[in-house]
Nanobody, 121 residues
Framework: QVQLEESGGGSVQAGGSLRLSCSVS?????LTWFRQAPGKEREGVAL??????SYAESVKGRFTISIDHAKNTVDLQMNSLKPEDTAMYYC???????????????????WGQGTQVTVSS
């Protein structure tokens, strides 16, 4: 069992930055961030696995996922934000994954409650 809690969401203008943090009860070898905009499916944004990290094409070069083992957090640094990044952001965990690719939401057993990110133009 893993408990997760997100923080750091908010409102920002296009071009700005936000840093999301997800506090986890224990670090696993598969930690990820998803997002879901109104009327759209939940999509994977960034994933950290045992052997690497993966990103959605839409965020590559702008978002960075990182693990802080001292604080037990998985963070998402988001730069050069765009209005289309507006969504509810969720962190999720599973026991293990390679990190070679993003996974579908149903691959994850443990989820946080989400934090809202709004980017205005």
């Amino acid at each position: 069992q893993v408990q997760l809690e997100e923080s750091g969401g908010g409102s920002v203008q296009a071009g700005g930055s936000l840093r999301l943090s997800c506090s986890v009860s224990r670090i696993t070898d598969c930690l990820t961030w998803f997002r879901q905009a109104p009327g759209k499916e939940r999509e994977g944004v960034a994933l950290s696995g045992a052997r690497g990290r993966s990103y959605a094409e839409s965020v590559k070069g702008r978002f960075t996922i990182s693990i802080d083992h001292a604080k037990n957090t998985v963070d998402l640094q988001m730069n050069s934000l765009k209005p289309e990044d507006t969504a509810m952001y969720y962190c999720a965990a599973d026991g293990w994954c390679s990190g070679g690719n993003l996974l579908r939401p149903d691959a994850f057993d443990w989820w946080g409650q989400g934090t809202q990110v709004t980017v205005s133009s």
